[in-house]
């Protein structure tokens, strides 16, 4: 069974940065296309990045573009999510996703395995 534990969470003043780790088990991690998510309090999840099986392709919703970087390691089974430029309106529970049907998708529906969440809260 594929397991997914996110880490790198924490609180951080505006303008800072956090980098987001996402450790992949129990599966061939580079079957997955890997995607990052975040839920705020009272909101739906919403996207936040997808990269390809083989770190080739990434896309990015717009309000996080130019700031933050998804990246993966298929040697160490690890995606991360590289985070400058913080905004309080970045707050929210992140959530790493995996989607072993290949295909680059932003929709929450499409992933099959998610992981359990990190909080990243910043501070105006």
Known sequence: QVQLVESGG????AGGSLKLSCAFSGGTFSYYVMGWFRQAPGKEREFV???SRSGASTVYADSVKGRFTISRDNAKNTVLLQMNSLKPEDTAVYYCAADRHGSINTMPRDY???GQGTQVT???
């Open 10 to 13: 924490g609180l951080v003043q």
């Open 49 to 51: 990045a997808v990269i």
């Open 112 to 114: 099959d395995y998610w």
């Open 122 to 124: 910043v501070s105006s």
